[in-house]
């Protein structure tokens, strides 16, 4: 009845009665199929960060309003650590035959509040167990962009491994905000970094997106001695590592290790190469690494279809061989553009700057020749 023509000969009413029809479709269609679309765009992309901003804003628009929903601030303070969690006299002990040994991989792509359901207790990324006092506290660092179904699977089957293997642990997933191509050894120093001014963490655990563990006797834990790589067999290689010093996938350091060999190099935006470039490093400097035994440490790696393999490493390869000293975690440079605690893991996410990173590499290597020279 509403949008019958009027008879009226003002024309501006005309236009008014048309904007109103307007506005009436619009709010019919958002009522009808908002839902749908919500619903659609929620299970292909939850980890938007853009819309995790409004949504945001609309929490605090909704505590005006009397509900009093938790809201997460950016930049906030530690949140992991003020969780109070009961201490135990008795520390957790993780024997062999407690755990369930390898098992298949769930291929199941869930929804993060389904995760949420199916793994009560964490907080903020972070799990303690309940009954006992672990003996160790794990920084497990997921570099990330753009692989949501990717980390879906990894926390599907990675967190029930992890919880029993009695460790107190917190996943922090590191996405790369810029368009330029990615860089997994920055993502991997930010992550050590952001997770270090939050706690000193006895061990801090590398897990590629695409890398699930076959096997919960494949401890996450570091070694005193020696980094270790939690990689003995990929599947996609028939159970077997393409040469003797691949270091990629899995990897765990302490603080120190990680610090000797100033992280993984800054240089890598492109497919590939960084952890060539980290066993450069371990030939370096004074520390090695160890690798799980070959039963425990069988893994699963995801494939991808934007997985594009570039010849371009080698090049990076061959011109980060000897930068350990001025590329790493003392040269990233980054700016965090948004960061939330999930019940599941705390997400940060972050700017870098390609040109930046690359003319400060040119000016160290070019001081390095000078000093070599004079
Ligand atoms: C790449 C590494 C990668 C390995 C296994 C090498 O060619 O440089 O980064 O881990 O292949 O896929």
Redesign the pocket.
Known sequence: MLCRPLRRKSRLLRINIALFCVFLVLLLYDALLGPYTAKNATFNQELNYTSAKIHQNQRLFALFWGNRERVYTPHALDQTQKIKFKHHSEICNVSREKLKGREEVHTQVLLFSELEQLFPGHHCGRFHPSHCQPSTRIAIIIPYRNREFHLKRLLLNLIPKLRRQLVDFTIYVIEQANEEAFNRGMMRNIGFLEAKKRFAYDCYVFNDVDTIIEDDRNLFKCGTHAARHLVSGVRRYNYSL?YRG?L?GIVAMTEKQMTALNGYSNMFFVW?????NLYDRFMETNFWFERTDYQDGLVTTLTHRKDKKTVS?FRTIGKTKHSMLFDGISSVRYEVLYEEYKPLFTWIVVGVNKFLIEEEFELNVANTKQRISS
């Open positions: 393409p691949l990629g590939g190469g960084e952890d060539d490493r």
